[in-house]
């Protein structure tokens, strides 16, 4: 059975709207790439069939995921993601704002796992209109300055929307970086620190990685849920498979051996 991180369901369900999308490649030709992949970094889809235990049993969508890993130096990072322009903060991130994603940590030698960054920008801003917020499962703690040890060994759903979900900042509209945090604030927090340059930004892309100065680490993630405004798109992440043969192949080509014996017995004869 698997475990439930700040909210009661990974599932999202919304009346107005819903595409799902497959990702068979991470190299952008369907739309998520390693967009901050460092050296001693790894980030790529694996087939957890075989492999046992609840990263094989309760994997959540299908047999495909994105496994992560970091090597033994501070500087490795893995990490995918998506940009496009998903609208300005004052348009999406209000109350119906929701992200999900499912993720695995194995045992490493930090309380890391895989953290979600979102991305904003505003060309237009006088001061520093450049940053991310980074969600990570270790800083989800009853306040902004607590945290817990994530679940490892098991999938685990994890939803942010404007009250669920705890992010540290980069640096940006008039606010310093809280860099891995405190304060962790949730979106409708961080909406109220900001300045009014903030809300004229637009979100410009989604990741999912391991960050730097997480060694040894291994993660995996899978079945991205992005809602806004009463649209859900969802990824799952897959391996290519093989196109099976149509059944009458072989026939065909027996067939076709068999003709090309008989012409060359008639050219002899």
């Not at 460092?38 to 299908?62: D, F, H, M, Q, Y």
């Not at 994603?101 to 991305?119: F, I, M, N, R």
């Not at 800083?139 to 679940?151: C, D, E, F, L, V």
């Not at 640096?171 to 405190?182: L, Y």
């Amino acid at each position: 059975m698997k475990k439930i991180f700040l909210a009661t369901t990974g599932a999202i369900c919304l009346a107005f709207g819903a595409n799902a999308a497959t990702v068979t490649a991470t190299d952008g030709s369907q739309g998520w790439y390693e967009n901050d992949t460092r050296p001693g970094g790894t980030a790529e889809i694996v087939n957890v069939s075989g492999t046992g235990g609840n990263l094989e049993a309760n994997a959540p969508a299908g047999t495909g995921v994105v496994k992560l890993t970091t090597d033994a130096t501070n500087a490795a990072k893995a990490e995918i993601g998506i940009s496009q322009n998903f609208g300005s903060v004052s348009d999406v991130i209000n109350k119906d704002f929701q992200l999900s994603y499912t993720w695995y940590d194995t045992a490493g030698t930090s309380d890391a796992a895989p953290s979600v960054k979102l991305e904003f920008v505003n060309t237009g801003y006088a001061g520093d209109g450049y940053g991310q917020l980074i969600f990570e499962p270790y800083a989800q703690g009853a306040n902004p300055t607590s945290y817990i040890t994530p679940t490892k060994g098991d999938w685990v759903t994890t939803t942010i929307d404007l009250n669920q979900g705890r992010a540290w900042n980069t640096g940006m509209f008039n606010i310093g970086s809280s860099f891995a945090g405190p304060p962790n604030n949730t979106l409708d927090e961080w909406l109220s620190t900001f300045d009014a340059g903030f809300g004229e930004a637009s979100l410009i892309g989604v990741s999912v990685g391991i960050g730097s100065y997480n060694p040894s680490e291994v993660g995996y993630f899978d079945n991205i849920s992005l809602s806004i405004n009463g649209t859900t798109t969802t990824w799952d992440f897959e391996t290519m498979s093989a196109v099976p043969l149509p059944a009458s192949l072989p026939l065909l080509l027996a067939g076709m051996a068999g003709l090309g014996l008989m012409g060359r017995r008639r050219r002899r004869t």
